[in-house]
């Protein structure tokens, strides 16, 4: 039998001096399971190709699976995705960065590795991505996917790629991928994730590059992004989007097809802490007829879909920052105990035809709670940041296109 395959020095190499507890930990579970697996190259593909294909059987079964059975199908296709980043030679440093770009925030490689796990939101964009490329390939014999930020493991593609390989439902002929992700971390990762998934011959590109800058050399058929973080935040969907949806075929689909983003006026309390005490895990099937009743729903802040983006205008600020002007929301004056609510600003995502990723089902669409916007009520200290208004009032929103992407209201 092969020795387990941590004998690359560079799996041991992260175990450098002055690495904090969280990264100690991760490659201690990296290099057990290494250790605990004792498998040879041969088994370890074998059992990586199998857990993928598995995930993906599940996430587009149109029967009920349990919630339990599903966690369980993820975590083992992390568990192997992590052994090929740890045979992937990053070092600490490629392995931790994490900056703010000029667009948003550029997560580590080592915290982007989670996302694969994120049961809902691959379910939700993983049955949408298959039902257009279905549609696709109705008309055309080959169809080429831009999958820009897409992390060290794609795993809004290449989980499903390996399902069509091993089903033999679509083939390399068919389906062709471009990959971009700023992070060489990430770019390592996916060639040595790839390699061993057996996908080379389905990807066209693996483009190590700033997303907002990207120019693919051919037209695309279907551009996949999720590069978001709750209540629309943090990381530069937006600005991605509106960039490399000027590459898209005519009749090309973005997917998301729509993202909605919307606000709330909410009391903490009950939205927050209530609503989930007797809930198995969050999710949108589990939210809580009370808690969604006393809710002060205010509307659309944002739309982002193909048509929104490329009609979107953009407005520069005197020092050169841009923002996108969003809704004008009218706050209502019936409501008795609004100097007690939040604002709360969560997203509704429809990946493609029925499909979606809805409040709660995961962390992208979990409601970000705004505290420095009041109504009827003012901080004890008033800081620049804080925006206050009155119940009656009418807000417009805009949106930063800076490195913290995000939400600015102002007072009509
Ligand atoms: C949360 S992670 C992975 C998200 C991935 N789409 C998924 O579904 O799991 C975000 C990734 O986006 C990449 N990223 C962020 N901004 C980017 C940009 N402007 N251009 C290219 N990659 C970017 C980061 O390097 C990181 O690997």
């Known amino acids: 039998m092969e020795k387990p395959q941590f004998g690359k020095a560079s799996a041991l190499g992260y175990a450098e001096p002055h690495i904090d507890e969280l990264l100690k930990h991760s490659i201690r579970t990296q290099l057990e399971s290494l250790l605990k697996s004792k498998v040879t ?12 294909v ?9 029967t009920k699976v349990a919630h339990q059975q599903l966690v369980k199908a993820f975590e083992s296709m992390y568990d192997q995705a992590v052994q090929s980043m740890a045979l992937a030679d ?19 490689v080592h915290n982007c590795k989670h996302t694969i796990k994120d049961v809902y939101r691959i379910k ?17 014999s080959t169809i080429t996917i831009l999958y820009p930020a897409c992390g060290p493991f794609a795993p809004l593609l290449l989980p499903l790629l390996s399902y069509y390989k091993n089903s033999q439902t679509f083939d390399s002929e068919q389906i062709k991928v471009i990959l971009v992700d700023v992070q060489p971390g990430a770019v390592m990762t996916l060639k040595q994730l790839i390699t061993d998934l057996q996908l080379d011959d389905y990807i066209l590109q693996i483009a190590e590059a700033d997303a907002t800058q990207f120019t693919p050399d051919v037209a695309i058929d279907l551009l996949v992004l999720e590069a978001m973080q709750h209540g629309f935040t943090k990381e530069g969907q937006l600005s991605i989007a509106k960039h490399l949806v000027q590459f898209l075929n005519i009749d090309g689909w973005m997917i998301p097809q729509s993202v909605s983003i919307r606000g709330m006026m909410v009391i903490g309390e009950t939205e927050f802490n209530q609503q989930w005490k007797q809930a198995e895990y969050s999710h949108s099937l589990n939210v809580s007829g009370e808690a969604q009743q006393d809710r ?4 659309e802040i944002l ?15 005197q020092d050169g920052i841009k923002v996108i002007p969003a809704s004008q929301i009218t706050l209502p004056n019936d409501v008795d105990d609004m100097n007690e609510r939040i604002l709360a600003i969560y997203a509704h995502i429809d990946t493609f035809a029925q499909e979606g990723v809805g409040q709660y089902d995961s962390g992208i669409t979990h409601p970000k709670p705004d505290t420095s916007f ?20 009418t807000v417009q929103f805009y949106y930063q296109l800076t490195g913290l992407p995000g939400f600015v209201p102002v007072k009509v």
């Open 296 to 299: 002060v729903e205010l509307g």
């Open 54 to 62: 598995e995930a993906m059987t599940l996430a587009l079964s149109d």
């Open 374 to 393: 009041y109504v009827d009520g003012k901080p004890r200290d008033i800081e620049h940041n804080h925006f206050v208004a009155n119940s009656g009032d």
């Open 90 to 108: 990053l070092s600490q440093e490629v392995l931790t960065r994490q900056y703010i770009s000029a667009t948003g925030l550029v997560m580590s």
């Open 41 to 52: 190259t041969e088994q370890r593909v074998k059992l990586l190709q199998k857990s993928f």
């Open 124 to 140: 939700g964009y993983a049955r949408g991505i298959d039902q257009a490329i279905r549609g696709k390939l109705k008309n055309n």
């Open 303 to 317: 739309t982002i879909n193909k048509s929104t983006l490329l009609e979107m205008q953009e407005l520069e600020l």
